[in-house]
């Protein structure tokens, strides 16, 4: 048996009971979807990129996520999206 946390939950679990974020976690997980670095997004907010960091950790561990390409995966299904998005700059 496992000791972990989060360790007999899968991602589908997580999807299930739909954990909620505060706004600002919200806003970091979006972007951090979306593929922007710690250090972009820090600037962008106005607060340290340790911060974005501690919010990205809690994100992960809330939403059992191991990996940014499963919280995209999981952001995408809650979403109802089953497309990708994919920027042209």
């Known amino acids: ?12 679990n997580h999807l299930a009971a739909k954990p909620t974020h505060t706004p600002r976690q919200r806003e ?3 972007m951090v979807v979306a593929g ?3 250090k972009n997004i820090a600037a962008d907010l106005n607060i ?6 501690n919010h990205r950790a809690a ?3 809330r939403t059992g996520c191991k990996s ?16 990708v998005i994919v ?3």
């Open 68 to 83: 940014i390409l499963a919280l995209a995966r999981l952001t995408l299904a809650a979403s109802g999206t089953n497309s």
């Open 28 to 30: 970091i997980m979006d």
């Open 1 to 12: 048996m496992r000791s972990g946390r989060l360790g007999k939950y899968s991602e589908r």
């Open 36 to 38: 922007q670095p710690r």
């Open 87 to 89: 920027s042209s700059e």
């Open 59 to 61: 994100i992960m561990e």
């Open 48 to 53: 340290s990129q340790r911060t974005v960091e």
